[in-house]
Nanobody, 122 residues
């Protein structure tokens, strides 16, 4: 079993920055993908970014490309999401995810964190 613990959400003004962290524990071994999804009120859950643990290949949604950066710390089994130039439309609950072959849809990730709220004021 895998546990994911997120931290770092909060309230920030438009144009500001936040960094989310997600620590993975439990049976994390082999090659897998970690990433972030988000869900705004009244909207579907959407892909934000992902990183392949082996090799560190990254991928981003078009809406965050150039503003958000996903990275990992192998030793700490932790993934980060650095969010810069935040916009009010980035307001959502952000979820950390882990899957053996995670892609762009929620059903490709078996493990989810509890979510952390990010609110961007205008």
């Amino acid at each position: 079993q895998v546990q994911l613990k997120e931290s770092g959400g909060g309230l920030v003004q438009a144009g500001g920055s936040l960094r989310l962290s997600c620590a993975a524990s439990g049976r994390t071994f082999g090659s897998y993908t970690m990433g972030w999804f988000r869900q705004a009120p009244g909207k579907e859950r959407e892909f934000v970014a992902r990183i392949r643990w082996s090799g560190g290949v990254t991928d981003y949604a078009d809406s965050v490309k150039g503003r958000f950066t996903i990275s990992r710390d192998n030793a700490e089994n932790t993934v980060y999401l650095q969010m810069n130039s935040l916009k009010p439309e980035d307001t959502a609950v952000y979820y950390c995810v882990l899957g053996s072959h995670g892609y762009y849809t929620p059903d490709t990730y078996a493990y989810w964190g509890q979510g952390t709220q990010v609110t961007v004021s205008s």
